[in-house]
C-alpha cells in the first residue's frame, strides 16, 4: 500500500535472482514456513495496464508480474479491503492529531495532482490545469463554492506553482510529516467532504475507501477500468 503505482518487479534474470538463497528468502519470507522454498513454476504476465481475466484462473505456484490496477481483481472482497485498510494497527502520533483536526474543522475539499514520475512516465503524462479549472467549475455548479481547498501531492511545491490555485483563496497545500506512513496519508485524503482526483490509482483508493452517495468525485478521463 506505500506505493500503489508501483509494479511487481520484473526481472531480467530470474533464474540467477532465483538461485540466490538470500534473494529467496527475500521473495518469500510472507508466506507460510512450508512454502517458503517452493519455486514459482508458472510465469505469468498482466496483458496491459487494463483488468486481465485470465489471470483470476492461475494456477497454484504461479509468479504474477504486472500492476493490478483493476478494482476487478478484487470485487469480491472490496469489503473486507476497505475494513482492513482503515484499520490502522499503530497510528502515528501526527496521523490522530491531524485527524482530529481535520474531523472537527469545517468541510473540505481535497485536490490530487499526480506529479512526480509521471511527467516523464511514458503513455502516463499528468491530468494538466485546464482538467483541475473543469473541476473547480463542476464544483461551483454544486454549490461547494468557497468550501476550503486541500491539495495533496507528493511534489506539493510543485503543485503550489500552478497557476490554477493563484488568487484562489481557501487553499492549503497538505505537508506529510517526514517518513511518515503513505497509507496515513491517504487515509486523512480519504476524510475529505468531495475529492478531485488526478490520473492516479493513490487518490483512486481515497475515493474508494469511503465511498458516499453525498461525497462529489471527480476524476479524469479517460480512467482504465
Excluded: C
Excluded at 520484473?10 to 528468502?25: A, I
Excluded at 502520533?93 to 474531523?103: A, V
Excluded at 506553482?161 to 496519508?185: H, K, L, Y
Aim: hydrophobic fraction near 35%.
Amino acid at each position: 500500500l506505500a506505493s500503489f503505482n508501483s509494479g511487481v518487479v520484473t526481472l531480467n534474470h530470474e533464474e540467477e535472482f532465483w538461485s540466490s538463497r538470500s534473494n529467496q528468502r527475500k521473495r518469500t519470507r510472507f508466506l507460510p514456513p512450508k512454502q517458503r522454498t517452493i519455486r514459482p513454476s508458472i510465469d505469468s504476465a498482466e496483458a496491459s495496464f487494463l483488468f486481465d481475466s485470465r489471470l483470476l484462473n492461475s494456477q497454484d505456484n504461479t509468479y504474477l508480474r504486472g500492476y493490478f490496477q483493476s478494482w476487478k481483481y478484487f470485487a469480491e472482497v472490496g469489503e473486507e479491503i476497505k475494513e482492513r485498510v482503515v484499520k490502522l494497527s499503530s497510528p502515528s502520533k501526527w496521523y490522530l492529531e491531524t485527524l482530529d483536526s481535520l474531523r472537527t474543522g469545517p468541510p473540505w475539499i481535497a485536490v490530487h495532482m499526480r506529479i512526480g514520475n509521471y511527467v516523464s512516465h511514458p503513455g502516463m503524462g499528468v491530468a494538466g490545469e485546464k482538467y483541475y479549472r473543469r473541476a473547480f467549475r463542476l464544483l461551483e455548479q454544486m454549490g461547494l463554492a468557497g468550501m476550503k481547498i486541500v491539495v495533496f501531492s507528493y511534489s506539493p511545491e510543485v503543485a503550489a506553482g500552478s497557476s490554477v490555485f493563484a488568487n484562489r483563496p481557501g487553499v492549503d497545500f497538505f505537508q506529510s510529516q517526514e517518513n511518515s506512513d503513505p497509507i496515513e496519508t491517504l487515509l486523512l485524503m480519504s476524510e475529505a467532504s468531495g475529492l478531485v482526483m488526478g490520473n492516479s490509482t493513490y487518490s483512486w483508493w481515497a475515493a474508494y475507501l469511503r465511498q458516499s452517495t453525498n461525497r462529489p468525485v471527480i476524476y479524469p478521463r479517460p480512467w482504465l477500468d
